[in-house]
């Protein structure tokens, strides 16, 4: 062997053993790629992943005492969404993203105590075929006269054909419903 390889030796069989101090199966160090098990989700590179857009009007939503829509003296409550973000993974033929929306909640001049469901709907298109529709509820509790409550909105399971996604929109926002439409 030639002496500068020898002098990178310590240096390669450390490497070897720090990754194998990482990877969650000590066989790899010795035989990378032979782990017993096949993987079924591959990650996907976040430029292929569909962004997650709002729609006109749905990043706001406000509740009002019963005969007051639109006088601001019986508002309930307002929400406001802050940021989306999403995460991407193939498993077999599918795209399964996770999508996370974060916002605030806070109380108007009819606020009450207690638990505010917010209508949050995620959506995704391709042109105007619906692959994805979801519409839930996130629960943010709220007190009288207290500081606006942050909220943060994690869906895990929007699946559609992984072909669709170079075309494909997703769109999350706020939706009053009704719960039973796509």
């Given at each position: 062997?030639?002496?500068?390889?020898?002098?990178?030796?310590?240096?390669?069989?450390?490497?070897?053993?720090?990754?194998?101090?990482?990877?969650?199966?000590?066989?790899?160090?010795?035989?990378?790629?032979?782990?017993?098990?096949?993987?079924?989700?591959?990650?996907?590179?976040?430029?292929?992943?569909?962004?997650?857009?709002?729609?006109?009007?749905?990043?706001?939503?406000t509740t009002y005492a019963?005969?007051?829509?639109?006088?601001?003296?019986?508002?309930?409550?307002?929400?406001?969404?802050?940021?989306?973000?999403?995460?991407?993974?193939?498993?077999?033929?599918?795209?399964?993203?996770?999508?996370?929306?974060?916002?605030?909640?806070?109380?108007?001049?009819?606020?009450?105590?207690?638990?505010?469901?917010?209508?949050?709907?995620?959506?995704?298109?391709?042109?105007?075929?619906?692959?994805?529709?979801?519409?839930?509820?996130?629960?943010?509790?709220?007190?009288?006269?207290?500081?606006?409550?942050?909220?943060?909105?994690?869906?895990?399971?929007?699946?559609?054909?992984?072909?669709?996604?170079?075309?494909?929109?997703?769109?999350?926002?706020?939706?009053?419903?009704?719960?039973?439409?796509?």
């Amino acid at each position: 062997m030639s002496q500068s390889l020898l002098r990178f030796a310590p240096v390669l069989i450390s490497a070897a053993l720090i990754a194998g101090c990482t990877s969650a199966d000590p066989r790899a160090v010795l035989s990378p790629g032979a782990t017993g098990q096949q993987a079924t989700d591959v990650a996907v590179v976040q430029g292929a992943c569909p962004e997650v857009l709002l729609r006109e009007g749905t990043a706001y939503y406000t509740t009002y005492a019963k005969g007051g829509d639109g006088d601001p003296a019986k508002v309930i409550h307002q929400a406001s969404i802050s940021d989306t973000t999403r995460q991407c993974r193939i498993s077999g033929d599918q795209l399964v993203i996770t999508v996370v929306v974060t916002g605030r909640v806070v109380g108007g001049p009819q606020a009450k105590s207690g638990e505010v469901n917010l209508p949050l709907r995620v959506v995704a298109l391709d042109g105007e075929t619906v692959l994805y529709s979801e519409l839930q509820k996130q629960p943010v509790m709220m007190s009288v006269g207290g500081p606006a409550q942050q909220f943060i909105y994690t869906n895990a399971s929007v699946t559609f054909p992984a072909g669709a996604s170079r075309t494909a929109k997703l769109y999350a926002g706020f939706d009053p419903g009704p719960y039973n439409t796509p």
